[in-house]
């Protein structure tokens, strides 16, 4: 034992406080917190007094950032609903113009092959009724004939191929889109405008009309309208 003098006094150790804290920078908040609480309790500071300096660390770190008002919050949802219904709307309107504009150009396209031969076809009439006239003026018995008309067959079929048709027309009511009124007869017995003669045949392509079928009309008494 080393022994002491009364004027002598025992000076604290100047470290016991001097806590090593340096660490490394990338360490985390709970790494110092957990060093300092080690390094306090090893020089005999109360578990409560170093709780503390943690709670003291822990202030430092950042404060988290306030939430928005809940007011201005709601507003600005509803902004972006409304903006957001708009932009649907938009798009359905731009969704249902495109398929109409296709819808519209693939019935044209279709269309376009459908009715190219119109003109051809339409001209090719005259030759059809040049037969028929043929066949009429002929004799009962003339070889002539019936070269024609085998003749005047094979293009009436060769027509139906391609989609033309005649035109109904004889004991038909009498339609202004596929008849052409060239003669009226008045009849009692009738109550509607009626085709009673045919004198050219009419044809159409497909549903479109080629020409229509001049016909002689019977028109029922009392009825002042001419037919169209």
Do not use: C, W
């Amino acid at each position: 034992l080393v022994s002491m003098t009364d004027d002598e006094t025992i000076e604290p150790e100047s470290e016991a406080y001097d806590l090593d804290l340096e660490a490394d920078e990338d360490a985390s908040a709970e790494d110092l917190i957990r060093e300092a609480v080690e390094a306090v309790e090893s020089r005999g500071v109360p578990l409560e007094t170093a709780a503390e300096a943690a709670a003291a660390v822990e202030s430092e770190a950042p404060v988290e950032p306030t939430p928005p008002d809940d007011a201005a919050g709601g507003d600005e949802l509803e902004a972006l609903r409304i903006e957001n219904k708009e932009l649907q709307e938009r798009a359905l309107r731009a969704l249902a113009d495109y398929e109409n504009y296709r819808r519209r150009t693939e019935k044209e396209r279709a269309d376009v092959g459908r009715y190219a031969l119109f003109e051809p076809m339409r001209a090719f009439l005259e030759v059809i009724d040049n037969l028929e006239r043929a066949i009429a003026a002929a004799s009962e018995e003339s070889d002539l004939k019936v070269g024609v008309e085998m003749t005047l067959k094979q293009m009436q079929e060769l027509l139906g191929r391609f989609g033309v048709t005649k035109v109904s027309a004889e004991g038909e009511e009498f339609d202004p889109a596929l008849h052409e009124a060239v003669a009226r007869v008045d009849d009692a017995s009738i109550s509607a405008p009626t085709v009673v003669e045919e004198f050219q045949t009419g044809y159409v392509l497909h549903e479109r009309l080629l020409r229509p079928a001049m016909v002689k009309v019977a028109m029922p008494l009392g009825g002042n309208e001419e037919p169209a």
